[in-house]
């Protein structure tokens, strides 16, 4: 698992592919929706979750997503099934995913903070709570997307489709905590959406541990 992890980071460090591409992605996203929202003077919390939610779900989907579809592109997968299991490789692309989303979501939510000064953030606490356990949603869910589409030949038009209904759940949460923050609620009133963010990327690792052998296989 940690040479994988290695492997990916060094190779992105060489290329730096998606880190460009998240920090664009990043910055164009954040500016426009708080542009948008210029003329308010003060944005309705549900709109400012909303708009946060916007910028980490396109920065996530744009970097994130290349996790298998990068080795594919390369043609390093097959050297990497005749080298490593199945299983290391799936945790060790995972932990990349989950590095890249937190520090991605952590840039995104201090540009987002920075430009909108129409936005009060209640708790600051609570929304660096929100913003790991969404960073952990989103490498769960899209390091398995990735792996699905991975062989496609449609993998831009097939991803964010594939996307979509697996990060549901987390939307509906994640707004709603991020709205929550935004607010300035206590962590003991947010605990139990909270732990329903844990639990669903728990269960979308135990599924993608499950099937990820067979997808290896293939």
Do not use: H
Request: some cysteine; charged content about 10%; glycine content about 6%.
């Amino acid at each position: 698992m940690a040479a994988v992890a290695a492997k990916d980071i060094r190779s992105e460090l060489r290329t730096r592919f998606a880190l460009n591409s998240l920090a664009m992605v990043a910055v164009v996203t954040v500016v426009v929706l708080v542009y948008a929202a210029r003329e308010e003077v003060k944005v309705p919390v549900g709109i400012a979750s909303g708009m946060l939610w916007v910028s980490m779900f396109f920065t996530a989907v744009t970097g994130l997503g290349r996790t298998f579809v990068s080795e594919e592109e390369r043609g390093t997968v097959l050297l990497l099934r005749l080298t490593t299991s199945a299983i290391p490789v799936y945790f060790g692309k995972l932990l990349v995913n989950l590095l890249f989303a937190v520090g991605v979501n952590a840039v995104v939510g201090m540009l987002y903070l920075f430009f909108s000064t129409n936005v009060q953030l209640g708790s600051p606490f609570a929304l660096v709570i929100v913003l790991l356990l969404c960073s952990f949603g989103f490498a769960a869910s899209l390091t398995i997307a990735s792996a699905i589409i991975a062989r496609s030949s449609s993998k831009s038009a097939l991803f964010p489709v594939l996307c979509f209904p697996i990060l549901l759940p987390l939307m509906v949460l994640g707004i709603d905590l991020l709205g929550r923050a935004f607010a300035g609620a206590a962590l003991g009133v947010m605990a139990e959406p909270l732990l329903l963010l844990l639990l669903y990327s728990v269960l979308v690792i135990v599924v993608s541990y499950i099937l990820f052998d067979s997808l290896w296989k293939e």
